[in-house]
């Protein structure tokens, strides 16, 4: 018997791939769930585009997905779709970076907007809108510096010859404490009008979100998707414990760093499209995980579930109270802050392991 021909044993709940001379293994349960958030997220994508002010008949939306005449295109096509991306991309960010960093710190509890990257993120951003030092295409990238320097710190104070999940979760909160002091103390010293503006950004909303906001951050993460499918790979040792993964030749400090340094671009990324919409990045990942039953967080599915929570609560905080338009980051707070407090309750039951 060839060696291409023996058996192969399998982990248990995987199946073996193979394309042409590569091969890879794929959890049936995590296909089944990512397949499943697909089509979920379909259909609240398209019941996105038909509801609002007025409706849009299905066929209608179809016809303007399809580029064809519509008399409702400029609903659909130019007020509701880049909206509808937007929140999508930003969704998707979100997951994936609460997967990364919680993988990282071994700790459900470190997502981006709990441990200060988002409020870094948002104090230079607000710090840039209130006092005019930029313009608004600019506050993408001045929000990513901000994410990577809060990122940094939390960093650099966590680490005692290593990197210590409950440390980490605490330092990070002291430092999100402190940034959003200073966010505040931003919109206090600023324009009343540019503040109140800063203030509905600091929510997280995707009010009045065109292509300008949804075309930088579709190209952003089309560039990252090589050091996404990496990181996918990456998890695998980082799950492990520190001597299996060194024993193995893994260079475990520099893995956890790239893979924190992804997280943090992507979260930042998304803040700077729509704000800091809080509790996606810690809804998502633990959702799909707890879903698929993997040892890993799923990333595919994190980013399936961070953007079906972010449209359908769009969807939600135009519906139910309109004509008034809430802020989606009031729908994934309203959900979030519940699910974190069972959160820590959970983990100080289970001897601080969440």
Not at 199 to 224: C, D, F, H, K, Y
Not at 264 to 282: I, R, W
Not at 316 to 337: D, N, S
Request: charged share 10%; proline share 4%; glycine share 10%.
């Amino acid at each position: 018997m060839s060696a291409d021909t023996m058996p192969v044993r399998l982990p248990a709940g995987y199946s073996l791939l193979r394309a042409g001379r590569g091969s890879f293994l794929v959890h049936r349960r995590a296909a089944v769930v990512a397949a499943v958030l697909g089509v979920v997220l379909a259909a609240v994508c398209v019941a996105y585009l038909c509801v609002g002010e007025s409706f849009v008949a299905p066929a209608e939306v179809l016809k303007v997905l399809a580029g064809q005449d519509s008399p409702d295109e400029l609903v659909v096509g130019t007020l509701r779709l880049p909206r509808m991306v937007t929140g999508l991309l930003v969704g998707a960010a979100f997951g994936v970076a609460g997967a990364l960093i919680q993988t990282v710190a071994r700790n459900a509890l470190a997502s981006p907007d709990i441990i200060g990257i988002s409020q870094g993120a948002s104090a230079v951003t607000v710090g840039a809108m209130t006092f005019g030092v930029a313009s608004y295409t600019v506050l993408p990238y001045l929000s990513v510096a901000g994410g990577i320097v809060a990122a940094a710190l939390v960093y650099v104070f966590a680490w005692r010859g290593g990197l210590h999940a409950t440390r980490f979760v605490l330092i990070g909160i002291g430092f999100a404490i402190a940034l959003r002091s200073v966010t505040t103390l931003f919109m206090t010293k600023g324009d009343y009008l540019v503040a109140q503006q800063a203030q509905i950004w600091m929510t997280g909303s995707l009010n009045g979100r065109s292509w300008e906001e949804a075309t930088p951050l579709g190209w952003t993460l089309l560039v990252l998707v090589p050091a996404i499918l990496w990181a996918a790979r990456a998890q695998r040792t980082v799950s492990m414990d520190d001597d299996t993964a060194t024993a193995l030749g893994v260079r475990l400090g520099r893995v956890r760093l790239g893979l924190v340094l992804l997280g943090v671009v992507l979260a930042s990324v998304a803040t700077g499209a729509a704000g800091p919409v809080d509790f996606v990045a810690l809804l998502a990942p633990q959702i799909t995980r707890r879903t698929t039953r993997t040892a890993q967080i799923p990333l595919l599915g994190s980013a399936l579930m961070g953007a079906v929570v972010v449209v359908l609560a769009d969807l939600l905080a135009r519906k139910l109270l309109a004509p008034t338009e809430l802020p989606v980051g009031v729908l994934t707070a309203a959900v979030g802050a519940p699910y974190l407090i069972w959160l820590i309750v959970r983990s100080r039951t289970a001897g601080g392991k969440a």
